[in-house]
C-alpha cells in the first residue's frame, strides 16, 4: 500500500466532519432565527411609548366649596400639575366639594331619598376632566392631599370634548368602582386604583365621590392619566390542550342527553296543561305590586318581557310613583324617556339629575315627557342638567301645576330671564338655586310703630346678574346686584304663597336662617 493512501483517507474525513460542524452550525442559526421570528410575533406591538398628563380642563362638576368668582376650594384647582402635593393638610389652592360626613342628610331641611335606589350606587358629586391626547388608559393617580377616600368611582367617556364632530353615540365605561371606605389617616397620598381596560381612546375622566364617612372635607390636587396610544392587544401564546376540557365536553353531552330525555318526559299533552301563570295567578294583585315594589327600575323593564301578566304589573303606573334616574344618568335619553312615557302618568317625585348632558335627552324630547307625565308632579330634581333652556322652563310651569319642590342646582346654562316663568307655579313650597345665575339675599325690615327691626340674612353672592323678589301677604322682598337688599315695589320674579329657597352658604354645617312673616318663612341653609 503506498503511503499517498492514508493521507488522502485522513483528508476525507477531515473533510468529511467540516462538512457536518458546517451543516450542524447552518441548522442551528436557522432554528435561532426561526425563534426569533415566532418571539417577535407573539409581542403585542411594537412597544408603545406610554403618555403621562395632567387634566388640561375641568369641564363640569356637580358641587364645590368655593364660590364662582373665585379660586379657592374650587374645583379648577385640579386642573394643571399639582399645587400642594405631597404636602398635606387644608390649602386653599385644592379642590372641595360642598359637604361631608351625615349631616348634609340629617339636617331638618333635608330632602327625603328616593325609592328604588340601587344598592350599589353610592355617588353623591362629580367632576369631570378633559386631557390633551386620547390614550387608552393604563392607571389613573388622584393625588388627595387632604382626608382622603372620598373618591369611590372613575369612569371614561368614548367622546372627545376637543373634537368638532359630534358622535353618533356617547359610551361611559367605569373603570375602577368601590364602596365608600374610611381612611384612617388624613396624610396626603397618591390613589391609584386598578383600572379596567378599555376598548376606546379618552381623553374625559369622570370622578364621583361619596364623603359620607369623612371626618372633614377631602381636598384633591390634580389627576394624572397615564395611557398609550395605540390599543394594547393581548401576547399570542401557545395554546395547551387541557385533559379537564374533554371530560367538561363528555359531561355536555351526558347533560345533553339528559336534557333530550326530559324533553320526551314532557309531551303536548302536559303543556297544554300549563296555561297559566303558576301560583301568580292566585296572588292578590296589590300583593304582585308590593313584591315588584322592591326592583331597580332596569330589573322591572326585564321582568316585563318575561310573560303578559307581569308585564302588566311591571307598566303599572302605580309602581312609578317615585322615579329616580340619576343612578343610569349615563344610559337615560329621548328613547328612554319615551319608553318610560306611558307608565309615568301618575308620577309625583321624578330625579333627572345628571342626565342628558352632550346632547343625551334634547329639549324636544323633555317637553314631551313633561307634557305626558307633568300633571300629577310634587317634586322635581334637575340638578346639573344643562340641556335645560328657557323654553324647559316654560314647559316646566305650564304643565306641572302642582309642583311643589324643584332643584334646579349647578344648572348654570339658564339665562337670568328663564326664571320669569317659575313665578307662573303657584304651588312651589321649595327651590334650590346653587351655582345659577340668580344667588338671592335678602334684608327684611319689620316696623313696629316709631321703631324698626331689621334682619339680616346673609349667603355667599355668586353671580349676582337679576333683581329677585319673594312675595309675602303685603311684603316685597327684594335683591339688587350690589347686595343692596331694600323693600321696593317693582319685582323681577314673584313667589306667591308659602316658599322655601335653598341654596349654599360658606360657613359651619346647619347654619340656617328663617324669615317669618305671617307665619309664612323663607329658609336659607
Not at 426561526?34 to 375641568?58: D, G, M, T, W
Not at 353623591?124 to 390614550?135: G, I, K, T
Not at 345659577?436 to 324698626?452: D, M, N
Request: glycine fraction near 4%.
Amino acid at each position: 500500500m503506498s503511503p499517498v493512501f492514508p493521507m488522502l483517507t485522513v483528508l476525507s474525513m477531515f473533510y468529511y466532519i467540516c462538512l457536518r460542524r458546517r451543516a450542524r452550525t447552518a441548522t442551528r442559526g436557522e432554528m435561532m432565527n426561526s425563534r426569533r421570528a415566532i418571539e417577535s410575533n407573539s409581542r403585542a406591538l411594537p412597544i408603545n411609548v406610554e403618555v403621562v398628563q395632567y387634566a388640561k380642563e375641568v369641564l363640569d362638576f356637580s358641587s364645590h366649596y368655593g364660590s364662582e368668582n373665585s379660586m379657592s376650594y374650587t374645583m379648577w384647582n385640579l386642573a394643571g400639575i399639582p399645587n400642594v402635593y405631597p404636602s398635606s393638610g387644608d390649602f386653599t389652592q385644592t379642590a372641595v366639594f360642598r359637604t361631608y360626613g351625615t349631616w348634609w342628610d340629617q339636617c331638618p331641611s333635608a330632602q327625603l331619598p328616593f325609592k328604588r335606589t340601587p344598592p350599589n350606587f353610592y355617588s353623591q358629586d362629580y367632576v369631570e376632566l378633559a386631557f390633551e391626547e386620547p390614550v387608552y388608559p393604563t392607571a389613573v393617580h388622584v393625588l388627595e392631599t387632604y382626608h382622603p377616600g372620598a373618591v369611590i368611582r372613575i369612569l371614561a367617556c368614548s367622546a372627545n370634548p376637543y373634537s368638532q364632530n359630534t358622535p353618533a353615540e356617547v359610551r361611559w365605561e367605569i373603570l375602577w368602582s368601590e364602596a365608600p371606605t374610611k381612611v384612617n389617616s388624613p396624610q396626603a397620598r397618591q390613589f391609584t386604583p386598578c383600572i379596567k381596560q378599555i376598548d376606546f381612546p379618552t381623553n374625559l375622566i369622570r370622578l364621583e365621590v361619596n364623603s359620607s364617612l369623612q371626618d372633614y372635607y377631602a381636598e384633591l390636587d390634580a389627576v394624572v392619566l397615564h395611557g398609550v396610544k395605540e390599543r394594547p392587544v393581548l401576547s399570542l401564546k401557545t395554546s395547551m390542550i387541557d385533559m379537564n376540557d374533554l371530560d367538561e365536553d363528555d359531561d355536555e353531552e351526558k347533560n345533553g342527553c339528559e336534557m333530550d330525555s326530559l324533553n320526551k318526559q314532557f309531551s303536548d299533552t302536559a303543556l297544554r296543561e300549563w296555561t297559566t301563570n303558576g301560583y301568580f295567578d292566585k296572588l292578590p294583585y296589590e300583593l304582585i305590586q308590593l313584591i315588584l315594589s322592591h326592583l331597580t327600575i332596569p330589573d322591572l323593564c326585564r321582568l316585563a318581557q318575561t310573560c303578559k301578566l307581569l308585564y302588566q304589573h311591571c307598566c303599572d303606573p302605580l309602581q312609578y310613583i317615585h322615579l329616580s334616574l340619576q343612578p343610569y344618568w349615563a344610559r337615560i335619553n329621548d328613547t328612554s324617556l319615551e319608553y318610560l312615557m306611558s307608565r309615568c302618568t301618575l308620577v309625583q317625585w321624578l330625579n333627572l339629575s345628571w342626565t342628558g348632558n352632550r346632547g343625551a335627552i334634547s329639549v324636544s324630547g323633555f317637553s314631551r315627557f313633561l307634557k305626558v307625565c307633568g300633571s300629577e308632579l310634587v317634586r322635581l330634581e334637575l340638578a346639573c342638567g344643562h340641556f335645560l333652556n328657557e323654553t324647559c322652563l316654560e314647559v316646566i310651569a305650564e304643565m306641572c301645576p302642582n309642583l311643589q319642590e324643584l332643584n334646579l342646582s349647578s344648572c348654570d346654562k339658564l339665562p337670568p330671564q328663564a326664571f320669569n316663568h317659575i313665578a307662573k307655579v303657584c304651588s312651589l313650597k321649595r327651590l334650590i338655586l346653587y351655582r345659577t345665575k340668580v344667588e338671592l339675599l335678602y334684608k327684611y325690615t319689620k316696623r313696629h310703630g316709631s321703631c324698626s327691626e331689621k334682619l339680616i340674612v346673609k349667603s355667599k353672592i355668586q353671580q349676582v346678574s337679576k333683581r329677585i323678589s319673594v312675595q309675602q301677604p303685603r311684603s316685597d322682598f327684594v335683591m339688587s346686584p350690589n347686595g343692596c337688599l331694600k323693600k321696593e315695589e317693582e319685582s323681577s320674579i314673584v313667589f306667591p304663597g308659602k316658599i322655601q329657597i335653598t341654596f349654599e352658604t360658606q360657613g359651619k354645617p346647619g347654619l340656617r336662617k328663617r324669615l317669618w312673616r305671617k307665619k309664612q318663612w323663607v329658609e336659607f341653609l
